[in-house]
């Protein structure tokens, strides 16, 4: 029988999350709640007899100190005057994490085993005293601010439909599929038929595709071994199986495919083979083929760099935009912990050491005619909730972030999770970066079980919701288990049990064993062993579904014994699913059934490239011109205004709730200064404790530039990156990057998408910007991926559909070991008296500055990258921060030098003095143009007069200027063109910096 | 003379591999054991006992995802299977210190403050006032007349807080008696060496009488919510380059790898112990 426990804080304590609610009802939707309380809900679907209820709601459920509980309805005793009851809870087969940690409890502390069938369910009541406000806005208050449709269902009750015996009554979102699992022949006589399959199916096969995968199927020898095991025509599980396979997501058909590119102003047409070779494979196999810490890149799940002598390190980058975009909650969590495998599944298996994030989003204020999915606001509220409880929950530091703001991300918003990883450079003996399946090792399945989830992603149709169907398309990532998980699977690795590992994502094991299948290569696999979270999933569904929190290990028949006792002792799920062979053939079976049998090598051969056509018009050709701009007399309030503006105010309520320092290592936090409040230029960690060789890790997105040419957008950020890793005591000879392209579609269409060769050319010229400047700069990219489609096609109020299509972006993501942390550094001057120097050359270069932006300017001049001038300003100052002759290093980028000073005199809580008619600047260069001009290739930097002759000796292949002094008040004065130009005091600054963040927690 | 001490990991906790490192550097022989290896699994014996210890520290983290409230369900587990065996520890004069989840968790078990006459759980760390989680530095005020062993030394100094359920409540009465038995160890202080008045943020998370952390009457068993093991070198500090600045130019050596104020609770339970064998 079911039963419903209720629990709440004690009346006199104050409810933080009934606060938080009348808050945000206030803030968000000008809805007035006088008081709230909210109730946490345990729906027990178990065969527990009272005792043990009373039992489990004592000593688990109920904190004596604070809570009060019953099986009775509890709101007369929290909040009896109440006028709404409104009830959330889980959908049918969503991820229940409270509910399932809940049972095993419950098992534990009663002392037997829960069965299969009982379940505990989570859900919460909220219970309000809100006497002004209607069912209407009681209904938008769970639709907008507590639940979201896709995941969660809800009652609105008044009081006076309140039931006082039965409350809000019991509600068991359990799943029943009453199907029959079975395996389709597809009978396919002709491309049509497979396209119309592949339509119905919602396979997204590419049309050029289709005969290749029928010659396969209808190849006489093919057919003769099919035959032998019983199969003709292609099953679903076949037919699913390709179908994720060549999908863009796993094959980057975009990235690989060929590109004719044309300048429609010159008509100079050029051809690029394939992208993905040209400006990605080959620099980086050029560049790590001369560099000896390259360890490990291009093949695996994340790329490998050597730390120290001992040690190398593990990144990758990932973006979740689509699921985030609907459910922003659980498509970030997912898109956090989900990244966190990759590292899991790199080379015999890393140890989790960091987590970056960034965020592109519509303005938090934004009150446009299109109604976005979720307002920006409520949807970064979510993107950020769950990045911070998958990242805190997972224990790994949140170390290093980016938030960015455009109108244009209303259409599909941008969620990029990086994860770090560090593993011992040796195991046993052997390279840790090796790995391989062997014939005869046993597959087997570590972690979650299986259910609809994630079943060909977010495309999903909601269509034919019934009271109990899994949400199928929605995953809710569970950071615990996959802890759990974690330090499992690294001490197999150290026990020497795991010669090859990979993690499950898009595609599920489809894409895994399908992947490691390739190396044995051959496998076969039993889906009727693989754990379910429900019965009645069909085969074709257990091999594609993507549910979250499972590895899969190839693991020696010998070992089976130990890494299964290992797994129980972790408490982690591990099953053994089938077999790697050496026969060269997939082969899957339901029970005896065989269901699929396919050449592991077919997939890798015989597909056609996609062909695209890139038309460029220069900026200027496009009716790009300079803004016309003459100096006001004092700048003041422009740099205020700069301080204030969105994308470069205080991000500080982010990062305070993501856990930055958890595993001890932080050296370099996300924030620095005596206030602990400025963004600092990148994160340091030390992630091995008993060495002293730290990591660098910073992103740069510089979207602006993009308006005017993604190849200086992209030069711009790689350049950076470079900067961002030496500032902060990084090898400038030693950086590593990870380029992560979101991309409007560039399939062409000349009704959906007109524009689409355009977006093509601002690609290919992107992509040319990554090999120029990795090349020139010396950066191998480690890792990268690529999401395209970031559309949108929105609804208008007066209900006109409108498509947006988000800018072109690329995050850049760098890395560098600091080898010893005395060169580490911050950006807060040390010292009144200080000399304070700008390095490199400013231009008139305010193209996509922060100051247009100001103005809703694009302009034309962006800034152009001088390589070899970079590289020469980083081995300088590398020079002078292992010498400890630079006190404080500050990198200018958005915002310019003023953005650069502001933050300094911030975070120091000292002045600087300055005249910038001594900087070394492009002649008759503005006011405006000192101030605000984004010339990359600067730094700021304070050295201690002692040191100035050792310091400048450092800078001979370098432009500088010594431009003023660290001063003992707490002012910015700036002084150039004969007369003060700026005049602002550090608390001044500081109001304007927290001015529109600074009140949210 | 070896002391030794276990480092409770599993179960999504998560601070274990810095907390065995700050309590290597203290000097203890000390050892990351998962809770399965106390209390056996599956058809497998428990494979080490609480009395080989002669400190435990039940670290940070989200065990069991801190779902039902931080630190409930393994103090669930843990008074469920080893019930006797920490008293025991405890009767025998053991040290135990419990960071952050692990505060939770000696809470949830009664440990703490294990006033005269109580064995239910009498005090409780619950959602932070400002209702979110918060990673930030704090000032730390240790109470001189406070029996606790850990804190032995140490005055006024600087340690970070990661946590959204740490605001310490207990009735006007519990909280009296903690104050009158000197139980209260550690305060928020406001930055200037002054209690932080329930000021948020130098006191983060609304807790009473400033209070974040507390001791038994032994002084043996301590909890509390700030992370001393995220201060055990100097470079963890967010103003250490600063610090290093200062210190080089009046000719002062600084190493950023130089033992920090949180490294000193290890090293005071490692010299406790070590002081009690050589009696």
């Known amino acids: ?1001 | 003379m070896t002391v030794r001490a276990l480092v409770l990991a599993g179960y999504g906790l998560n601070c274990d591999v810095e907390t065995n490192h700050a309590l290597l550097l203290a000097g203890a022989e000390a050892e990351v054991v998962h809770v399965n290896d106390l209390t056996g699994y599956k058809g497998h014996k428990p494979v080490k006992t609480l009395d080989q210890y002669d400190i435990l520290a039940f670290v940070g983290g989200f065990s069991w995802g801190d779902d039902h409230g931080g630190g409930v369900v393994l103090a669930a587990r843990l008074a469920n299977h080893l019930g006797d065996q920490v008293r025991e520890f405890v009767d025998q004069g053991g040290l135990a210190i419990g960071i952050c989840n692990g505060f939770q968790v000696l809470v949830n078990l009664g440990l703490l403050p294990g006033l005269k006459g109580q064995t239910e759980r009498s005090v409780a760390l619950i959602a932070n006032n400002c209702g979110n989680f918060q990673d930030r530095w704090v000032e730390m005020l240790a109470e001189p007349k406070s029996p606790c062993v850990f804190t032995r030394g140490l005055s006024r100094f600087d340690l970070p807080i990661r946590h959204g359920e740490g605001k310490f409540v207990a009735t006007d009465e519990t909280l009296a008696r903690l104050e009158e038995n000197g139980l209260v160890a550690l305060r928020y202080g406001d930055g200037r060496g002054d209690r932080a008045n329930g000021e948020f943020p130098q006191n983060p998370n609304g807790s009473k009488n400033d209070i974040a952390g507390i001791c038994d009457q032994t002084g043996r068993i301590f909890g509390l919510m700030p992370h001393p093991e995220g201060f055990y070198r100097q470079s963890q500090h967010p103003l250490w380059t600063r610090l290093r600045e200062e210190k080089t130019r009046k000719g002062e050596p600084f190493d950023s790898m130089a033992p920090a104020a949180g490294l000193k609770f290890f090293q005071n339970a490692v010299e406790a112990v070590k002081q009690e064998k050589a009696k």
Not at chain 1, 103 to 124: C, I, K, P, T
Not at chain 1, 478 to 490: E, G, V
Request: contains cysteine; negative net charge.
């Open chain 1, 1 to 1001: 029988m079911a039963h419903r426990l209720e629990i709440g804080l004690k009346p006199e304590l104050s409810d933080p999350g009934g606060q938080s609610l009348i808050n945000k009802a206030h803030d968000y939707m000008g809805i007035e709640i006088n008081n709230a309380r909210v109730l946490r809900v345990l729906t027990f679907d178990t065969a527990l007899t009272s005792e043990e209820l009373e039992t489990v709601r004592k000593r688990i459920f109920t904190n004596p100190v604070t809570d009060i509980s019953s099986f009775a309805p509890l709101a007369p005793r929290v909040l009896s005057d109440f006028d709404w009851a409104l009830w959330v809870g889980l959908k049918p087969g969503v991820r229940d994490n409270e509910g399932s940690t809940a049972l095993e409890a419950m098992a534990d502390v009663l002392g037997r085993e829960m069965a299969e069938d009982e379940a505990v369910y989570f859900s919460r009541l909220y219970l309000l005293k809100a006497p002004g406000i209607s069912r209407d806005e009681a209904e938008s208050l769970c639709a907008e601010l507590l639940a979201n449709p896709i995941i969660q269902s809800w009652q609105v009750i008044a009081k006076d439909q309140w039931d006082p015996e039965n409350g809000i009554g019991i509600f068991i979102p359990k799943v029943k599929l009453a199907h029959e699992p079975s395996v389709l022949n597809l009978e396919i006589k002709s491309d049509r038929d497979l396209m119309e399959l592949s339509l119905e199916r919602n396979l997204f096969l590419n049309e050029a595709d289709i005969p290749v995968i029928r010659a396969y199927f209808d190849d006489p020898e093919v057919r003769s071994l099919r035959a032998e095991k019983g199969l003709k025509a292609p099953t679903d599980v076949e037919l699913e199986y390709v179908s994720q396979a060549r999908s863009d997501h796993c094959n980057h058909n975009t990235f690989n495919g060929r590109f004719e590119y044309r300048d429609m102003l010159t008509g100079e047409e050029q051809v690029v083979d394939n992208l993905f070779k040209e400006c990605i494979k080959h620099p980086t196999e050029k560049l790590a083929a001369e560099r000896d810490w390259v360890v490990s890149v291009l093949w695996d799940n994340a790329g490998v760099a050597r730390l120290d002598d001992n040690n190398n390190y593990v990144i990758t980058g990932e973006t979740h935009n689509s699921p985030s975009n609907m459910e922003a909650y659980g498509g970030a969590i997912t898109g956090i912990v989900g990244v966190y495998r990759d590292p899991m599944g790199t080379g015999k298996g890393a140890k989790l050491s960091a987590g970056m994030w960034g965020f592109c989003v519509g303005p938090r204020d934004y009150d446009g005619e299109l109604k976005p999915a979720l307002h920006p606001k409520r949807l970064l509220d979510g993107i950020i909730e769950g990045v911070r409880d998958g990242g805190n929950k997972s224990g790994i530091p949140t170390a290093s972030g980016l938030l960015h703001f455009d109108p244009r991300y209303i259409g599909k918003c941008l969620v990029f999770v990086s994860a770090l990883g560090v593993m011992p450079a040796q195991l046993g003996g052997e390279p840790s970066h090796e790995k391989t399946t062997r014939p005869g090792d046993l597959v087997v399945m570590c972690g979650g079980r299986v259910g609809a989830d994630g079943i060909h992603g977010v495309t999903a149709s909601s269509a034919g919701y019934s009271e109990n169907t899994p949400a199928g398309h929605v995953q809710i990532g569970d950071p615990y288990t996959q802890k759990k998980m974690h330090d499992f699977l690294l001490e197999a690795r150290d026990k020497g049990l795991i010669p090859y590992i990979t993690d499950n994502g898009g595609g599920g094991l489809s894409s895994s064993v399908g992947e490691s299948a390739r190396l044995s290569p051959g496998a076969e696999v039993d889906l009727k062993k693989v754990p379910l979270k429900y019965e009645g999933l069909d085969p074709w569904q257990i091999w594609v579904s993507e549910s979250q929190e499972r590895m899969t290990v190839a693991v020696a028949p010998e070992d089976h014994d130990a890494f299964m006792a290992l797994s129980d002792k972790h408490d982690v799920l591990s099953t053994v699913i089938g077999r790697f062979t050496g026969d060269g053939m997939l082969k899957l079976t339901y029970g005896d059934k065989v269901c699929c049998y396919v050449d592991v090598a077919f997939l890798e051969k015989g597909f056609p490239q996609w062909q695209f056509e890139a038309a460029w018009l220069p900026p200027a050709a496009r009716g790009l011109v300079e803004p016309v701009l003459g100096d006001p007399e004092e700048m003041n309030s422009l740099v205020l205004d700069l301080l204030e503006s969105p994308n470069l105010c205080s991000r500080e309520w982010i990062n305070r709730q993501f856990d930055h320092e958890v595993q001890g290592t932080s050296v370099i936090k996300p924030f620095v200064g005596v206030k602990a409040d400025i963004p600092s230029e990148a994160g340091v960690i030390l992630p091995v404790l008993e060495s002293d060789t730290g990591l660098a890790m910073a992103s740069v997105l510089l979207t602006e530039y993009g308006d005017i040419d993604t190849y200086h957008m992209i030069t711009a950020s790689v350049e950076e990156g470079l900067r961002r890793m030496t500032a902060v005591g990084g090898d400038p000879e030693q950086v590593g990057g990870v380029d992560n392209f979101c991309w409007p579609s560039i399939i062409y269409d000349p009704k959906t998408n007109p524009d689409g060769q355009y977006k093509a050319a601002q690609l290919v010229r992107a992509c040319w910007g990554l090999k120029d400047a990795c090349l020139a700069l010396g950066i191998p990219l480690l890792s990268g991926k690529d999401s395209m489609y970031v559309d949108g096609t929105l609804k208008s109020e007066k209900g006109l559909t409108q498509r947006v299509s988000g800018p072109p972006t690329m995050m850049f993501t760098a890395t560098a070991p600091v080898p010893g942390l005395h060169r580490a550094q911050t950006l807060e001057p040390k010292a009144a008296g200080d000399l304070v120097y700008v390095l490199g050359r400013t231009k008139d270069e305010l193209g996509g500055s922060a100051l247009y932006g100001l103005m809703n300017l694009t302009g034309l001049k962006v800034p152009e990258t001088d390589f070899d001038a970079s590289k020469a300003l980083c081995r300088a100052l590398s020079r002078a921060l292992e010498a400890n002759l630079a006190a404080s290093t500050c990198v200018v980028s958005k915002g310019g030098l003023a953005y650069g000073f502001a933050r300094m005199v911030m975070a120091a809580g000292m002045g600087l003095d300055l005249d910038l008619d001594l900087l070394d600047a492009e002649e008759n260069l503005s006011g405006l143009g000192r101030l605000f001009s984004e010339s990359t290739g600067r730094m700021i930097v304070t050295v201690d007069p002692a040191k100035k002759a050792e310091f400048e000796a450092l800078l001979k292949d370098v432009a500088w200027a010594e431009v003023g002094r660290v001063a003992g008040h707490d002012r910015l004065l700036i002084k150039g063109l004969g007369r003060n130009l700026v005049e602002l005091d550090a608390a001044g600054m500081r109001q304007s910096f927290n001015k529109r963040f600074g009140g949210l927690v």
